[in-house]
């Protein structure tokens, strides 16, 4: 395989990992603040703040290489042949 059909692929597979990787951790804490406003106690919006800031530190990796994967899908191969 040459590089020019390597980095597309190697860039799918970065955004399947990275969109999983968001899907879960993003819907992992959703449900956390989803049974912390449920459960109906006094503190439950200090508890919302302190899952939407574990949480962001769970999701920014995950976007990060979601990201990465796409910028390299749409990148155009380096041709280096004149036209």
């Given at each position: 395989?040459?590089?020019?059909?390597?980095?597309?692929?190697?860039?799918?597979?970065?955004?399947?990992?990275?969109?999983?990787?968001?899907?879960?951790?993003g819907?992992?804490?959703?449900?956390?603040?989803?049974?912390?406003?449920l459960?109906?106690?006094s503190?439950?919006?200090?508890?919302?703040?302190?899952?939407?800031?574990?949480g962001?530190?769970?999701?920014?990796?995950?976007?990060?290489?979601?990201?990465?994967?796409?910028?390299?899908?749409?990148?155009?191969?380096?041709?280096?042949?004149?036209?």
């Open positions: 395989m040459s590089e020019s059909t390597v980095k597309p692929v190697f860039g799918w597979l970065l955004i399947m990992v990275g969109g999983l990787w968001v899907l879960l951790t819907g992992c804490t959703l449900a956390f603040i989803q049974t912390g406003l459960n109906g106690s503190s439950a919006m200090a508890g919302v703040w302190v899952f939407l800031v574990i962001l530190f769970c999701v920014a990796p995950g976007a990060a290489v979601l990201w990465l994967g796409v910028a390299m899908v749409r990148r155009k191969p380096d041709t280096d042949a004149a036209p």
